[in-house]
């Protein structure tokens, strides 16, 4: 059976997440416009930096902050390649922490679709809410 297209962007973005270098969460994210993949990006380390899965984790108040999210690499991605991310839908194999909402938010995201519903900050979901960010859920695991 072909996907909708919701669950055939989530499907690449959970590929996408097999390349996370930090095994305390694989995240995949993957900006699309118009039914076209801009930008990609997963947890790793910033470029040039040893990885979470090469020297273990960095932790500071149980986070660890050798890692770039998902979320802020692609956005990344897009700012490198001169790629605007405005209008786009973001497909996230986790709902966004509060600082990578926030950058969605100023990146012009205007669809948020995410599968699992990992620690869903309050203040995220309101933030996402303000600034009329339609949110959607897709389970993958009925397919």
């Not at 959970?14 to 930008?39: H, N, P």
């Not at 991605?77 to 001169?82: D, I, T, V």
Request: glycine share 6%.
């Amino acid at each position: 059976m072909r996907p909708d297209w919701d669950s055939y962007f989530m499907k690449i973005a959970f590929a996408v997440s097999e390349r996370s270098t930090c095994d305390r969460a694989y995240v995949g994210c993957v900006l699309v416009l118009d039914k076209r993949i801009l930008t990609t990006g997963f947890n790793g380390s910033p470029a040039g930096q040893p990885h979470c899965d090469e020297v273990g984790h960095l932790l500071v108040d149980s986070h660890c902050v050798r890692t770039i999210h998902a979320e802020t690499n692609a956005i990344i991605q897009a700012a490198l390649h001169g790629v605007s991310t405005r209008g786009c839908t973001c497909y996230v194999t986790h709902f966004p922490c509060i600082n990578c909402t926030k950058a969605l938010i100023n990146a012009g995201i205007v669809r948020l679709v995410y599968s699992v519903a990992y620690r869903i900050d309050e203040n995220a979901k309101t933030f996402l809410e303000m600034a009329n960010v339609e949110i959607c859920q897709v389970d993958l695991t009925q397919d």
